[in-house]
Nanobody, 120 residues
């Protein structure tokens, strides 16, 4: 099995910063892309940022210039540094890790989510 665990959420004032962490563990043979998603109440889960295996990064337009994604391959961990936070950034942030076990193909694994609340 593969486990994905997020941490680092909390309550912050508008304009503040938070750093989220996501660690993958278990029977991992190889990890592919690592991503963060955001889901606000009543809305669908939306892709925020992706860190690819070749070192590339992609961001949603709404967070460009404010959020930075980074991965530590040695630790199977991905981070999301969030700055200049806005009330619209409030919601649950989910980590998605694309990984494969030695005897399987790539699958998407999700964490349980971490709550971020930005007060105005």
């Amino acid at each position: 099995q593969v486990q994905v665990v997020e941490s680092g959420g909390g309550l912050v004032q508008a304009g503040g910063s938070l750093r989220l962490s996501c660690a993958a563990s278990g029977s991992i043979f190889r990890i592919g892309d690592m991503s963060w998603y955001h889901q606000s109440p009543g809305n669908q889960r939306e892709l925020v940022a992706t860190a690819t295996t070749d070192g590339g990064t992609n961001y949603a337009d709404s967070v460009k210039g404010r959020f930075t994604i980074a991965r530590d391959n040695a630790k199977n961990t991905v981070y999301l540094q969030m700055s200049s936070l806005k009330p619209d950034d409030t919601g649950v942030y989910y980590c998605n890790v694309r990984a494969r076990r030695i005897s399987s193909s790539y699958r998407n694994y999700w964490g349980q989510g971490t709550q971020v609340t930005v007060s105005s």
